[in-house]
């Protein structure tokens, strides 16, 4: 196996692990972390094509995509964590070796016919985007199944890793200036979730999202 295969095998495996730690870790904080490793591996990954292309353009989007992914998207998190002393993420609605059950049928349904079409877009990448197409379909279910906020905004970003990751793999490349785009709305949404959690807890003092009846009419 050459030195490139190892480095993809790298980064699809820790955005695989890290999705499927969301799923056990107890604590808002490790989320948060687990979130800025998988965000490392999608930045290197990206940063291979800049020692295949040299771009000043694309060494300003790896740069941005640093700053927004893995510098300030985990400090934005972190403080509110500790502003409203978050330590321990709320429940799951599944217990945890059913959610592992669940996580098992989707590693089941990734592998079988049914995805075949997503995961032999490129042949000789076909098991890293496995890996990644299942990361999408666990994080998309850590949303689901998480009842704290927090937990289903990671997912929500989680899952945006793991797009990124499977165009990537897939050769889907897209100019510079589209990716500055996409980092920019991104950033823009951790601001107005950032915001939105803030508001929810002053308002309902959990972030516990079965808690929150009043938001019924």
């Known amino acids: 196996m050459s030195i490139e295969n190892l480095f993809f095998q790298l980064c699809a495996s820790l955005l695989f692990l890290t999705v499927i730690l969301l799923h ?3 604590k808002n904080i490790s989320e948060v972390l687990l979130y800025g ?3 490392v591996a999608v930045v290197l990954l990206m940063g291979l094509s800049l020692f295949k292309v040299s771009s000043l353009s694309l060494m300003a989007v790896l740069v941005i995509m640093l700053v927004v992914k893995v510098i300030l998207t985990p400090i934005f998190f972190t403080r509110i964590i500790n502003q409203y002393k978050l330590k321990f993420t709320d429940s799951r609605y599944l217990s945890t070796p059913i959610t592992m059950f669940v996580i098992a049928l989707i590693l089941l349904l990734v592998g079988s016919d049914v995805f075949r079409p997503l995961t032999e877009i490129a042949p000789d990448y076909k098991a890293y985007l496995t890996l990644v197409l299942a990361a999408m379909l666990i994080s998309i279910f850590l949303i689901t199944n998480r009842k ?3 937990s289903q905004a990671v ?7 793991s797009i990124v990751m499977f165009a990537i793999f897939a050769g889907l490349e897209q100019s510079p200036l589209f990716q500055l785009g996409i980092i920019f709305d991104i950033f823009i949404w951790i601001l107005l979730a950032v915001v939105f959690v803030s508001m929810i807890f002053r ?3 959990t972030l516990d999202a079965t808690n929150m009846k009043n938001l019924k009419g």
């Open 24 to 26: 056990i870790v107890k």
């Open 148 to 150: 704290s906020v927090v």
């Open 155 to 161: 997912g929500v970003l989680s899952l945006e890793n």
């Open 203 to 205: 308002h309902f003092g």
């Open 37 to 39: 490793v998988q965000s």
